[in-house]
């Protein structure tokens, strides 16, 4: 037996995941992830797999620009969230949190951009 899905605030949560845990019953509780929880685990994924991250050819401004799995993985995320967000009949408000996921979202965008 599960719980129905938790009412997420899109405006304070995550809209992509919710936190599962299993409940001494066998039940799963769906817990919403708050925005500036999400945008600290991003941040910490992005800081463990930076040690991976290299341009492919430093003295080419214009050849291709290798990530880390884990930047992948958290642009995927950015991505499929702002599908969410964005879809037709959709709305999300503005969002009441410290704006840690845009300073993520930004800091992404400008590694991209400078080809790191």
Do not use: C, K
């Amino acid at each position: 037996m599960t719980e129905p899905e938790a009412e997420r605030d899109p405006a304070q949560h995550l809209m992509l995941w919710a936190d599962i845990r299993r409940q001494p019953d066998g039940s799963q509780r769906h817990i919403p992830i708050p925005l500036d929880d999400a945008a600290a685990q991003f941040a910490a994924m992005i800081e463990a797999g930076r040690t991976v991250e290299s341009r492919l050819d430093r003295d080419d401004p214009d050849d291709a620009v290798a990530f880390s799995r884990n930047r992948g993985r958290v642009i995927a995320t950015l991505l499929n969230e702002m599908a969410l967000r964005l879809a037709p009949g959709r709305s999300s408000g503005a969002i009441q949190g410290e704006g840690s996921m845009s300073e993520v979202a930004a800091e992404i965008a400008a590694y991209l951009r400078a080809g790191y």
